[in-house]
């Protein structure tokens, strides 16, 4: 099916895909989150009719036009990559994956691009009432374009709703509804935008606190503090829920990101969580190195976090890839058999097909029928290969985290304090203020690391690896084009900067 | 109703939809046509900034219809998608590279420390409006001429030239179809801005802008009759059996304009219109050209993108294996998917009736000089 694969090849399409996605996850989730709060503050504007919190507001979605820019250059890039680099992928399974992207331009992108323009320039144009009703569909829209691409996200994940057709060689689309409804979309959708209306929050808590510490639109500052950390601190609480059913969802359909991230070899009953270790990178499953230099445990919690029951086996990695028979989990080099038997009889039933032998072709079929769950693991070269990078997914899950805990502590500090006052004279608070955006930023980039890394080899769960997802380039030809995008993002990166620090300098326009 | 519809119908509906949506996006390229025009009808910065902003509150809606137009084409006729992207790869990330600057070159161009300056960001726009329009229209070409690739039995596309879809760009054909939708783009960017601007302060710039678009238009004039001629006297690849075998067939799409008398209907429909919104910015005080010129490359497109599809041909022909051509019946996605999404393009007229009351309620009052220095790009 696949001939002269190019590990080169497939690693630089990695490599510009992720490249891609981490300069476009920079911007996107600030822009989901920050639409709503600049929307709230937009009411209180039109509700109240005070020209302090329409300066308020003008500021606040300056800085987001800025950043939405650079967020829809990225993302278009996004969309089309599917197609340039990974074009067997959407062949494969652009029956199901094309269509939320669709349902997203034609429901989402347009509700935002449309009413974007009118709350930029609509100040003078159109009634107050639909000015801020276009604040709202900005909001609204962006949040929704991002339901549908975590629908599509989440499939990869959980591929349901589908069945692989012989005779086309693709997956297709059984049930709609269980690809939108599936609860890993739906727990996906849920935490992202709950964790980017986090970073909103610390966006302007951080901008915020450095007018109080250099003195300058103290009024305005307090305010924006104020509603922000309410914000956040909500945010927050459903972060953290929607987080612990995204982990669920994990243990039930990726155990093997979920032996990833808690970097657990040996699978256990009582199976504690590593709140805090010094993972080994060295360590290979199967050897006799140990995995942590040191770490600190939580008796029984992974069990419960994974199963709702402190008392099960959560299986390590060593028992996904050698099998582990006491507790009846089949190994990666038997679902390689299976995986192999099914793509040798799908081979067979084309041929069969072909030569219009319908009696072998019944008979090659029912074969791939017995075995086609374990198709991706017929191109598979070792079982260990169905481990993905280990310590880089314990880690940015460990991050990320850890920094979540923090984030609701520091709003609720803000909170206090800006309700009681005296906010500005907290330099203590201030200072580390000034850079939670950035550790917020940190947070989204190593839940992303933990979604896409953590879920290696696989581009479709089981059925897809990646090494057969990827377009027949050269990797010359990748290689060109991703420092092509370096080159340019990272200028683009510079200068968005740049505009941003000038723009908070300046501050918000003067009464 | 849609219930009831058979895969064919499916297929061949959302071949309409995709091309409706590309004949939109080929109407919106207003943005690009203006964009090119930036530095030949303004004489000082007040009247660059007039013009850039009146292009900059719309051009996020035509890189949104762009963006539906990829991801129409994903969902319903994969693999086109695969195949095309994932072979001519030069040409689609060249595309792409002109729409990342485009993207960010509004909010950048004025703003304080953007690094690399007014004139790079409007280079970045001139360059979105003619290489990046000038390539769509290459490709675009290739619906007609062919492209060089082979697919698999697993239908995994190879591509048989190395410049992998840049040798379009060596077919008079492909070439000038691009280059028609540069000079159609810059037509419809000039009437676009005749009609959105307020020209009280800037009166020279108005009489500029409408002798812009006589001369777009008549430098677009011998690329579009060229295209034209070729269409009525060119080889097609034709569906020519049952089993769906492709094979050359002489004056295909004379057939086919033939076969399908309202697509010749639409084209002559299309290029009056043309000539009459050229008329009324040119020969005339009349701001309403847009309302013409816009429809009327709506419809030259959507004739131009059904013309290789319907009755019978291959849109997506390869020259290197006749075979491996694409049809709407052996690209589409299954007839399942088809209908979902049909469901769900019940929503595009509601898309479509808040899009023009936006435009309405925004568009009423001409653009100020004054405007602009509250909020500008």
Known sequence: ?511 | MIAQLDYQSLQQLWWLLCSVVGSLFLFLTFVQGGQTLLRQVTTNEIEKSLVINSLGRKWELTFTTLVLFGGALFASFPKFYATSFGGAYWVWISILFTFILQAVSYEYRKKPRNLLGAGIYELFLFLNGSLGILLIGTAVGTFYTGSNFRLSGYNLVTWTHSLRGLEAAFSLFNVSLGLFLVFNARTLGAMYLVNNLDFNDTPGLESRLRSACGRSFFCSLPFLLFILGNLLLMKGYGIIDDQGTIGLVTRKYLGNLLANPWLAAMLVGGLLLLVIGVFKTTGTDSTAGIWFGGPGTVLLSLTLLLLPAYNKTAFYPSRADLQSSLTIYNASSSPYTLKVMTYVAIFIPFVLAYIAFVWWSMDRKKITVEEIADHSY
Do not use: C
């Open chain 1, 1 to 511: 099916m696949i001939e002269n694969l190019d590990p080169g090849l497939v690693n630089w399409s990695r490599a510009q895909f992720a490249l891609t996605a981490l300069y476009h996850w920079i911007f996107v989730p600030l822009t989901l989150g920050i639409t709503w709060i600049i929307a709230f503050y937009h009411s209180i504007y039109v509700r109240t009719g005070s020209m302090e919190w329409k300066r308020l507001t003008k500021f606040w979605m300056k800085l987001f036009g800025i950043n939405f820019a650079i967020g829809v250059a990225t993302g278009i890039i996004m969309e089309f990559e599917f197609g340039t680099n990974w074009s067997n992928y959407s062949w494969m399974v652009g029956d199901i994956f094309g269509a939320p992207l669709a349902i997203e331009g034609i429901i989402a992108f347009f509700l935002e691009a449309t009413f974007f323009a009118v709350m930029f320039f609509g100040w003078n144009r159109v009634s107050k009432g639909f000015h801020l009703f276009s604040t709202w569909m900005v909001a609204l829209g962006s949040n929704m374009s991002a339901v549908w691409i975590l629908v599509a996200n989440a499939w990869m994940m959980h591929p349901v709703g589908q069945e692989f057709n012989p005779d086309t060689a693709r997956f297709e689309m059984r049930n709609f509804l269980d690809v939108a409804f599936s609860p890993v979309a739906v727990s996906k959708f849920t935490h992202t935008t709950s964790s980017s209306m986090v970073l909103a929050a610390m966006f302007i808590i951080s901008i915020s606190s450095y007018y109080l510490l250099k003195g300058r639109h103290g009024k305005m500052a307090r305010r924006s503090i104020v509603v922000a950390s309410v914000f956040g601190l909500l945010a927050s609480g459903l972060s953290a829920f929607t987080g612990d059913e995204a982990a669920f969802e994990v243990a039930r359909n990726q155990p093997m990101k979920l032996a990833a991230i808690e970097g657990l070899y040996e699978g256990e009953t009582n199976a504690g969580l590593v709140a805090m270790g010094l993972i080994n990178p060295k360590k290979k499953v199967g050897d006799e190195q140990q995995p942590f230099s040191f770490e600190i445990r939580i008796p029984y919690l992974l069990s419960l976090l994974a199963t709702r029951n402190v008392g099960t086996f959560v299986p390590g990695i060593k028992d996904l890839v050698y099998g582990n028979p006491e507790h009846g989990i089949p190994g990666a080099a038997w679902k390689m058999e299976r995986g192999k038997e099914a793509v040798a009889a799908l081979a067979a039933y084309k041929q069969a097909k072909k030569a219009g032998n319908e009696e072998e072709a019944a008979r090659t079929r029912a074969t791939f029928e017995k075995n086609r769950e374990y198709l991706g693991y017929g191109f598979l070269a070792q079982p260990e290969d169905a481990v993905p990078p280990v310590a880089i997914s314990f880690n940015a899950f460990h991050v990320m985290v850890i920094l979540g805990s923090i984030f609701p502590l520091v709003f609720l500090a803000y909170l206090f304090f800006g309700i009681r006052g005296g906010l500005e004279q907290k330099t203590w608070l201030l200072l580390p203020g000034t850079t939670m955006f950035f550790l917020a930023l940190a947070a989204h980039w190593a839940g992303w690391i933990v979604a896409e890394v953590g879920r290696q080899p696989w581009a479709i769960q089981d059925l897809l690896p990646v090494t057969v997802a990827r377009s027949n380039l050269t990797s010359s030809t990748v290689q060109t084009t991703f420092y092509m995008f370096l080159a340019l993002f990272t200028i683009l990166l510079i200068a968005e900067v740049s505009i941003m620090l000038k723009q908070i300098k300046i501050g918000p326009e003067e009464k």
